[in-house]
């Protein structure tokens, strides 16, 4: 089993940033593909990002392309999200999640953490 737990989430006025963590325990592997997603209210969950095993490729909802940065430290079984720049639109549960390859599903969730951005 995997263990997510987020962390970084607050309230931030528009244009700002934030930072949010995931740290990973129990079973890990730094294979893993790791990615964030998060839920507005009233709409579905939804992908923001995602990062491969090797720490090297990426991949980002067009919604937050050149805005948000995932990036992972797999000896510290950590991943951030880092948003900049954000929109009041970003508001939302931000939750982390991991799988295994070559499985496309995310079996692997963590609490969530709350984002909210002001206008």
């Known amino acids: 089993q995997v263990q997510l737990v987020e962390s970084g989430g607050g309230l931030v006025q528009a244009g700002g940033s934030l930072r949010l963590s995931c740290a990973a325990s129990?079973?890990?592997?730094?294979?893993?593909?790791m990615g964030w997603f998060r839920q507005a209210p009233g709409k579905e969950r939804e992908f923001v990002a995602s990062?491969?095993?090797?720490?090297?490729?990426?991949y980002y909802a067009d919604s937050v392309k050149g805005r948000f940065t995932i990036s992972r430290d797999s000896a510290k079984n950590t991943v951030w999200l880092q948003m900049n720049s954000l929109k009041p639109e970003d508001t939302a549960v931000y939750y982390c999640?991991?799988?295994?390859?070559?499985?496309?599903?995310?079996?692997?969730w963590g609490q969530g953490t709350q984002v909210t951005v002001s206008s």
């Open positions: 990062i491969r095993g090797g720490g090297i490729t990426t």
């Open positions: 999640a991991a799988r295994a390859e070559p499985s496309n599903r995310y079996n692997y």
């Open positions: 129990g079973r890990t592997y730094s294979s893993y593909v």
